[in-house]
Nanobody
């Protein structure tokens, strides 16, 4: 079992930066692939980024590649999403998720545990 709590969301102007954090509890965190997803109003939840259990491999959606960076600190049971050069279209609720069985999943169905989400709003 893994419990996830996101933080760090907020309101930022276009071009600005935010860093999201996801604090995890549970013994399987360090052996789980971790991911970030987002859902904008009226849209389906979409993949943003994922990182392997060791942090050695990452994958990003094309829409955020070069602007967002996912990282993790297994000693702190935390995964991060550094978001730079934010755009209004990045506005969404951002969710952290854990996939104990799959190292670099880009599909939400492979994730077994989800946080409650944190709102990110980018003004133009």
């Amino acid at each position: 079992q893994v419990q996830l709590v996101e933080s760090g969301g907020g309101l930022v102007e276009a071009g600005g930066s935010l860093r999201l954090s996801c604090a995890a509890s549970g013994r399987t965190f360090s052996s789980s692939g971790m991911g970030w997803f987002r859902q904008a109003p009226g849209k389906e939840r979409e993949f943003v980024a994922t990182i392997s259990w060791s942090g050695g491999r990452t994958s990003y959606a094309d829409s955020v590649k070069g602007r967002f960076t996912i990282s993790r600190d297994n000693a702190k049971n935390t995964v991060y999403l550094q978001m730079n050069s934010l755009k209004p279209e990045d506005t969404a609720v951002y969710y952290c998720a854990a996939a104990p069985r799959v190292p670099l999943a880009t599909i939400a169905g492979f994730y077994d545990y989800w946080g409650q989400g944190t709102q990110v709003t980018v003004s133009s």
